[in-house]
């Protein structure tokens, strides 16, 4: 059973582009959750989602950054007009079902903005 | 807000011996998870408590959460140096999935 998988690994933008930051659940979950590690920082709530809906963005910043999970295909975590702030590690975590549950962590993507 | 506070923050051990890693929160918890995570990787759970007084054990690591949900410790015995890494311990305070990291205590093992 394979885990989460994220990709890219690592991603390099220039100031000013566009990151998107994919991400796969394991199978049999439904729930996805970025998390974000800025250097020198613990790591941050993002965003919560289900299939086709977002159910708590309260930790995305208000511009700039969305994020999606279709009813097929992976999630997907977009930065556009990114700058250097935004060079961090994006973790995607994913579980079961809605209420406590195991929460299973992604290799993470890296990126970096020059 | 929820809060994590982990300690040590850092800690050096000689292999074989035991060490303890704490975690408080300032508020009840619904779940008290704990993860390890090496340098530049993922994260890799380790074990999830939620119930008072729970202790849960899988090979050479033991984690309980006190009876009052609010203090949780992850005991390793005998410390190799496949044990090294950063220990990151999350909550669930809202009972919404939603994790709240301390802020990790790395952990060294010296041969």
């Known amino acids: 059973n394979a885990g989460v998988m994220q990709n890219p690994r690592h991603l390099v933008r220039r100031r000013g582009q566009e990151a998107r930051l994919r991400c796969s659940p394991m199978?049999?979950?439904?729930?996805v959750y970025w998390y974000r590690q800025l250097p020198e920082e613990g790591l941050k709530f993002m965003v919560y989602?289900?299939?086709?809906?977002?159910?708590?963005e309260s930790g995305m910043p208000k511009e700039r950054f969305s994020a999606e999970f279709p009813k097929e295909g992976p999630s997907i975590l977009r930065i556009q007009q990114v700058v250097r702030g935004d060079s961090a590690a994006y973790f995607c975590?994913?579980?079961?079902?809605?209420?406590?549950?195991?929460?299973?962590f992604g290799p993470g993507t890296r990126l970096t903005v020059t | 807000s929820q809060e994590l506070e982990q300690s040590p923050q850092s800690l050096i051990v000689q292999e074989g011996k035991n060490l303890t890693i704490n975690c408080t929160s300032s508020?009840?918890?619904?779940?008290l998870y704990w993860y390890k995570q090496k340098y530049g990787e993922g994260l890799i759970f380790l074990m999830m408590?939620?119930?008072?007084?729970e202790e849960k054990s899988h090979e050479k690591i033991t984690a309980k959460l006190d009876e009052k949900k609010q203090q949780s410790s992850l005991h390793i015995t005998a410390s190799q140096p496949s044990h090294a890494g950063i220990y990151l311990c999350?909550?669930?305070?809202?009972?919404?999935?939603?994790?709240?990291f301390g802020a990790g205590t790395i952990l060294r093992v010296k041969s």
């Open positions: 975590a994913s579980s079961q079902g809605q209420g406590l549950g195991e929460q299973y």
């Open positions: 199978k049999g979950h439904s729930h």
């Open positions: 989602l289900q299939k086709e809906n977002i159910i708590d």
């Open positions: 508020k009840t918890l619904y779940g």
């Open positions: 408590l939620q119930k008072g007084g």
């Open positions: 999350g909550a669930d305070a809202t009972y919404g999935n939603k994790l709240v």
